[in-house]
Nanobody, 119 residues
Framework: QVQLVESGGGLVQAGGSLRLSCAASGNIFRINTMGWYRQAPGLQRELVARISSGGGTNYADSVKDRFTISRDNARNTLYLQMNSLKPEDTAVYYC?????????????WGQGTQVTVSS
């Protein structure tokens, strides 16, 4: 099984920056698309950004030009650089990975990391 562990969340003032990391470990054969999702209280989990194994990216409109997703395939690590943070970015941020084995592909989620942006 593959485990995902997020880090880098915290409390920041509006206009500030944070960098989230997500490290994958375990029996990794291959990881395809990886992504960051977030869930604010009372709301559904939503896509923030995702990146293919080849580096293709897409972003939610609300974070375009402020957030940058990247990955280090050699280290099986995903990143999210968040700049110009706004109070509405406050949420629990989850890492997701499409894990491929010789027999199947499955989704794996991290435990989440809290991001709080104060006004």
């Amino acid at each position: 099984q593959v485990q995902l562990v997020e880090s880098g969340g915290g409390l920041v003032q509006a206009g500030g920056s944070l960098r989230l990391s997500c490290a994958a470990s375990g029996n990794i054969f291959r990881i395809n698309t990886m992504g960051w999702y977030r869930q604010a209280p009372g709301l559904q989990r939503e896509l923030v950004a995702r990146i293919s194994s080849g580096g293709g990216t897409n972003y939610a409109d609300s974070v375009k030009d402020r957030f940058t997703i990247s990955r280090d395939n050699a280290r099986n690590t995903l990143y999210l650089q968040m700049n110009s943070l706004k109070p509405e970015d406050t949420a629990v941020y989850y890492c997701n990975a499409a894990v491929v084995t010789p027999h199947r592909e499955y989704d794996r989620w991290g435990q989440g990391t809290q991001v709080t942006v104060s006004s």
